[in-house]
């Protein structure tokens, strides 16, 4: 038997929201390896204010249990985007490091059943609109293991996730018609990337957390995190993917890359000393 544990211990610090629900957001929270619900509420609880603006989830959900941490009324601190911290409520799917496939797709699963009991309170269908990811409002990894388990893109990832939640609601999820593909052209050789640094020297101070890449691109494994309150000094940085990566060694010896700022909009995930 599942256990359920409703307990809004962040106490509604990030505020109530204002509107309706517009969707949900599925995570996998990337923390100690194979910890347990338990254990991120006991977390939560002991934390300040202050310390829960590092971000925390409305949801913590294993396969054993399911904690509900926050009221789903109230904002939470969970996409590093006000749009997706204010309208969409937050679900981490936990032990994403450490455990099986099988035991992280059972996790998923008590996920999608408690998700498809709050789109039913809040009147809504899960379809591509209502089911978000995170890496669809900041770059990140999130969520990294169910990309790698169901496609590799946003929209395979996420029509899985629908698919699921549907099976929860009660709702049959239609195949497209099979499309009829035209021969394949040969393609000529895809050079790999080149990657360019410029050296220039300065230390990042993150306000979000952002993800460590041992090369600058989104589809890169992310090799770390680096938290709000933490810092980095670089050498130089990159232009790649769409965003600027600023580039350093670190500890184990091997060079890393840590996103710092959206080139298309110019805006900075943390300030540059």
Not at 197 to 222: C, D, L, S
Request: overall charge positive.
């Amino acid at each position: 038997m599942v256990k359920v544990i409703n307990n809004a211990v962040c106490r509604g610090v990030a505020g109530k929201r204002i509107g309706n629900v517009k969707g949900v957001v599925i995570h996998n929270d990337a923390g100690a390896i194979g910890a347990t619900v338990e254990s991120y509420v006991k977390r939560l609880e002991s934390m300040t204010n202050k310390q829960l603006e590092n971000g925390f989830a409305h949801y913590y959900i294993d396969r054993n249990t399911v904690a509900r941490v926050e009221d789903t009324y109230n904002k939470a601190w969970h996409t590093a985007n006000q749009d997706g911290n204010a309208n969409y409520i937050g679900y981490e799917v936990c032990q994403s490091l450490g455990v099986s496939d099988k035991d992280f797709l059972a996790n998923e699963q008590a996920t999608f059943k408690q998700v498809a009991e709050d789109l039913k309170f809040y009147g809504l269908k899960a379809n591509r609109d209502t089911v978000r990811l995170h890496r669809e409002f900041v770059a990140t990894a999130c969520p990294h293991r169910s990309w790698e388990l169901h496609g590799k893109s946003i929209n395979s990832v996420k029509d899985y996730f629908i698919a699921q939640i549907n099976k929860y609601m009660g709702v049959t999820t239609p195949k497209p018609p099979a499309a009829i593909k035209p021969p394949a052209k040969p393609k000529p050789p895809v050079k790999p990337q080149e990657i360019k640094r410029v050296a220039e020297k300065g230390t990042f101070y993150p306000n979000t957390a952002v993800a460590i890449k041992h090369t600058p691109t989104i589809k890169a494994k992310q090799e770390a995190t680096l938290g709000k309150g933490e810092s980095v000094i670089y050498d130089s940085y990159v232009k790649s993917d769409g965003y600027v990566w600023v580039s350093y060694i670190r500890n184990n010896g091997k060079r890393g890359y840590a996103c710092s700022r959206d080139i298309k909009t110019g805006k900075a995930f943390g300030t540059f000393k």
